[in-house]
T-cell receptor, first 116, second 112 residues
């Protein structure tokens, strides 16, 4: 158990719909990361938040958005869903900060999204 | 982000050592070498990381070539639980983000 929780575990929805994935980081971690894992693209970084502020953006579609709340939990919102959005979505957390000190990332169990 | 090259798959026998190679010929002086692994149906988990010197922890050892253009993750005695996809990742220690850029990794099969 990494200490990172994600809900829901599974989500099945239809094209065009909107869903929200939730992540609670490990206690004390300030950084939250979202990754998408699909069969054809592998594991891809989407976005990072640090203490409520967006820190880095990856290959995140405009239809997707995220935020980190004052209690440090994060939500990933996916809208106008397409079949190709079906994937595993992982949240990870780390102590955060930047510089040469490396902060190991702890990954949650993921949310499996199926768009029909 | 600097690229890494890993074999698609490797096989080993239980209780034998496993050496997982990674080539990173374009590594910069400030890039750390990280290894994560992903067990079936789970999220990735951190294994080890290093900059220049060899590193050991309870899970594995990391051997880094003198020119840093390659590295090897060593599992000293493979168990069935070590069957996973192993990712070798470079991260710039001077960068503003700690994002991980995953490649395809090496799928390790451990035979009983």
């Amino acid at each position: 158990d990494s200490g990172v929780t994600q809900t829901p575990k599974h989500l099945i929805t239809a094209t065009g719909q909107r869903v929200t994935l939730r992540c609670s980081p490990r206690s004390g971690d300030l950084s939250v990361y979202w990754y998408q894992q699909s069969l054809d693209q592998g594991l891809q970084f989407l976005i990072q938040y640090y203490n409520g502020e967006e820190r880095a953006k990856g290959n995140i579609l405009e239809r997707f958005s995220a935020q980190q709340f004052p209690d440090l939990h994060s939500e990933l919102n996916l809208s106008s869903l397409e079949l190709g959005d079906s994937a595993l979505y992982f949240c990870a957390s780390s102590v955060g900060g930047q510089g040469p000190t490396y902060n190991e990332q702890f990954f949650g169990p993921g949310t499996r999204l199926t768009v029909l | 982000d600097a690229k890494t090259t890993q074999p698609n798959s490797m096989e080993s026998n239980e209780e034998e050592p496993v050496h997982l190679p990674c080539n990173h010929s374009t590594i910069s002086g400030t890039d750390y070498i990280h290894w994560y692994r992903q067990l079936p149906s789970q999220g990735p988990e951190y294994v080890i990381h290093g900059l220049t010197s060899n590193v050991n922890n309870r899970m594995a050892s990391l051997a880094i070539a003198e020119d840093r253009k390659s590295s090897t993750l060593i599992l000293h005695r493979a168990t069935l639980r070590d069957a996973a996809v192993y990712y070798c990742i470079l991260r710039d220690s001077q960068g503003g983000s700690e994002k991980l850029v995953f490649g395809k990794g090496t799928k390790l099969t451990v035979n009983p």
